[in-house]
């Protein structure tokens, strides 16, 4: 980035669909001297960390962050560098979004970043969707993908061509996932035709999506952390059991499981960050703690922490984000640690057939609630975003609002899904869980873009 210019979103078009092209504010080269006297701890940040500021902001950027730290007032050090730290990390992030996201709609950003709802249900093209949302705007993502023609509403000409659409879409999850965050991915492996060979019957065979999705999803830039086996269960089917010929090769298992993939997201940031303790930017690089992890140890002589042989201290951002987090308030419940303790789990499936033989949720494949409920709680704090870009009957949305996060969903098939959603979501809005938290929902539509995948919908 231009170290003189500060840079904002150029406006086009009647929905404030804002484009890639930026419009630098006049160049204004940061002065060589600038005193800033605050009364408190953040003079000294700023005396140690001005050089690096100067290097980091523009003069604007620099004013407003000042501006800022002005109006601030803390009770203890700690306080003053927590500040200092936030307001930092929000302009750097800033910077990094305006400089990558594409195509950024105001309208559908205010939408999301109103804290008024908890519930936000857009419905629309998941890429469509996907490539108007910020950069780094959201702390967690949890989905299960379109089922690969398993389903009168998800169908592909061929298996390359759902890969393609799967990571086109994928390719802005990464994108729009906020930095060292964690994307959690159900999918089951399959047995079917990929049609590219032959699409008689006779092309059947066992797919193994899970393998496929973690290629992909490392080929996008994820690192590939760890695989949950859902254990369904007894299976009910009767498929390939071939009574009638108890021989040799003609018994096959039928699939009763499914993958729960772990991803995180580690884009290499060489951007300079706060000490923890100190606050100050004077850091010296350290080791990648992993790829893509950036460390750094505090070169503060000052620093309140120093080891034994006078080593500052070391951290990264995760570390930064984490640590400060290590309170009674945000400790896992044990029960769940211990359900999640080994890579293999058992809950059954949704039970989506009522007694009067009805879909009570619109679809053929509900998404369960442990999953979204684990991802939430492991990998969230309370008031932050986590987003499903396959939403279907809402299941992630609706649970991370009841966990007091931010829940957006994106469904493109409103017309299956629409009554039943909004059935279950005003059940839970005037008595249930959501209701006792005084949680609302909002709905964004954006059908009218263009559809640019031939994906339907998914399961959920």
Known sequence: MNKKNEYRFSESGANALYTSKLTPYPAKSVPSKITVNFGNYFDKIVKISLPYLKKQFSEVELQELFALLKKYQGNSIQEYVDYFDKVYCELVKRQYQMKTTPYYDANLCKFIEDKNSHIKLIWGDAYQVLRRMKSESVHLMVTSPPYYNAREYSQWENLNDYFSDMKEVITECYRVLD???VFVFNVGDIYDNDRLITKSVWGKRRIPLGAYFIKLFEEIGFTFVDDFIWDKGEVQTQRHKHTNTPYPFYQYPVNCYEHILIFHKHRLDKTRYPCPICGCLKTNDNTQSEIGLQSW??????????SKSNRGKRFSLKTNI????????????ENLIRKWRRDIVNFPPVIKINAKGENILGHSAPFPQEIPEMAVIF???PGEFVLDPF???????????????????IELNKKLFYDKVLKIIEKETT??????????YAEYDLLHLPQTHRQKNKRK
């Open 322 to 333: 984490t640590q400060r987090h290590h309170t009674e308030e945000f400790k896992i419940p």
């Open 391 to 409: 939403a279907g009957s809402f299941t992630t949305t609706i649970v991370a609002a009841k966990l007091n996060r931010i829940g957006i969903g």
């Open 431 to 440: 008595q249930g869980d959501l209701y006792a938290h005084h949680k609302k």
């Open 297 to 306: 140890e505090c070169a503060n002589e000052d620093c309140f922490v120093r």
């Open 379 to 381: 990998y969230t704090y």
């Open 179 to 181: 930095n060292h965050r």
